[in-house]
């Protein structure tokens, strides 16, 4: 009987698996982020997170074994023994983030954003972005406030539905809109911004799209932002 495989073998032979790995390694450290495809970016984040805890140990030995994996050595082996060392001297693991960001056009692969956290500026994260949009996209097609409700969704008690089915369907609708409002307070908090400050954030993306809308196209806004933005913020992997 075949034990488990250690890792994902990508369609590759050993040797050109390598160097792809190698490749992604080093451009996510240097750059912070990428895009690539979901099964790559899970076998890259095993590794970037790897070469970081080398970077924070920071013992010759560590440097050495950082050497003779990654390319560019003079560029990278200080970002991971001073910078991200001091980024990430508390934390014990979890260095990266993984967020989906559709398929792509051609062959349909799923394709992913792969980040380094920035503990610093939590803001310039992209999944912060990914939040501030979505929260802008519904603000649109509520002509409302949403922060607020978003923070807390409420389910009406006095809804009547006709069968089992819809009930299950609103349950399940209302456990997505507390798991979003559990990414918000989240990141508020990780911001350190308070509620008042996260909404004017979002009405000046809603603010930015109108001028878009109003330089480029004709369409009405709710569909410019439906076709352009995600309508919830992506799950993380």
């Known amino acids: 009987m075949h034990g488990a495989s250690a890792h994902r073998k990508l369609n590759m032979k050993s040797a050109l698996r390598r160097q792809v790995l190698r490749n992604l390694t080093t451009d996510l450290i240097k750059h912070g982020r990428l895009e690539t495809t979901i099964p790559r970016a899970k076998e890259l984040r095993r590794l970037v997170d790897k070469m ?3 970077g924070k140990r920071g013992t010759e030995h560590d440097r050495h074994q950082i050497e003779a994996y990654l390319y560019k050595p003079k560029e990278v082996v200080p970002l991971l023994m001073d910078t ?3 980024r990430f001297a508390s934390r014990p693991g979890g260095f990266t983030r993984i967020i989906p ?4 056009k051609g062959d349909h692969a799923p394709m992913a954003v792969i980040e380094i956290l920035n503990t610093d500026e939590p803001q310039e994260e992209v999944s912060f972005s990914y ?12 002509e409302t406030k949403i922060v607020d409700q978003a923070l807390n969704p409420k389910m009406d008690e006095d809804l009547v ?3 089992k089915r819809l009930f299950k369907k609103a349950l399940e609708e209302q456990r997505s809109r507390e798991k979003f ?3 918000i307070k989240k990141a508020i908090k990780n911001a350190q911004l308070s509620k008042e400050q996260l909404q004017e954030m979002v009405d000046a993306d809603v603010d930015r799209a109108q001028k878009v809308l109003d330089r480029h196209t004709g369409k009405k806004i ?3 932002v439906k076709e352009t933005w995600p309508e919830n913020t992506p799950t993380m992997l």
Do not use: C, D, E, P
């Open 222 to 224: 709710q569909r410019f």
């Open 131 to 142: 939040l501030v949009r979505s929260l802008a996209s519904m603000q649109i097609a509520s």
């Open 101 to 104: 960001i559709g398929n792509r």
């Open 84 to 86: 991200y060392a001091k």
């Open 52 to 54: 970081i805890t080398l």
């Open 181 to 183: 409002a559990f990414k």
């Open 161 to 163: 539905f006709a069968n």
